[in-house]
């Protein structure tokens, strides 16, 4: 099986520090891949060069074993590529669905209007039938648990036909029985082909993710 996801020779420098010197990344569909490291060690470096945060120096990158080219975040999103950050951001008083589809070109017309949230709502009813979890996206966010937030991140990223998916970090506010809930739902998007890139600090984790 080839791969999804290759970074070859990924170079940054930051004022003359050096952050990544030709790293290397490859993932295959369906895979869960662990970043490791210390406070540092360039691994959110490399995730924002992937999801075109940064620019890099020097390397390539290469999606389905074709040459990509990634400048900004939106050149990542084409190329199926999300990020989800610590502590993801949402709008309190909004809904679940309505957190997932902010940000998508022409939401906020549907929005506004009844039959445009009826359609929100039932795209957001498609996207959990897709990634089987139980959670009510009709739930407004102020009212969720961290890890439903969690979930409703991920889910506002695969919205965007998203096939490698980035988590930085996503235990870092939750217990440890929502832990095993994320892991559960990280578990069923790799049955659904999706790759994740975890980053994390904690090898227990790693295993078992």
Avoid: W
């Avoid at 940054?12 to 490859?26: D, I, P, Q, S, T």
């Avoid at 990542?76 to 940000?103: H, K």
């Amino acid at each position: 099986m080839g791969y999804v996801l290759e970074m070859k020779g990924i170079s940054k420098n930051f004022a003359g520090v050096r952050a990544l010197a030709e790293a290397h990344l490859a993932v295959k569909t369906g895979e869960a891949h662990a970043l490791l490291g210390i406070n540092g060690a360039g691994k959110s470096t490399m995730i924002k060069v992937l999801s075109g945060v940064y620019s890099k120096d020097s390397g390539d990158i290469y999606i389905d074993g074709e040459l990509a080219q990634i400048s900004n975040t939106q050149d990542a999103i084409r190329y199926g590529i999300s990020a989800v950050y610590q502590d993801p951001q949402m709008i309190e008083s909004y809904t679940g669905y309505e957190n997932i589809y902010l940000g998508h070109e022409g939401a906020r017309t549907l929005l506004l209007s009844g039959v445009g949230r009826r359609k929100l709502r039932q795209m957001a009813r498609e996207l959990v039938q897709k990634y089987p979890f139980d959670i009510d996206v009709v739930k407004p966010v102020y009212l969720m648990s961290s890890v439903e937030r969690e979930i409703i991140a991920i889910l506002r990223a695969l919205s965007k036909e998203c096939r490698i998916l980035i988590l930085d970090e996503p235990t870092s506010i939750l217990t440890e029985k929502e832990k095993h809930i994320l892991f559960e739902f990280i578990r069923t998007l790799k049955r659904n082909g999706v790759c994740v890139i975890y980053i994390t600090h904690h090898l227990d984790e790693v295993a078992q993710v």
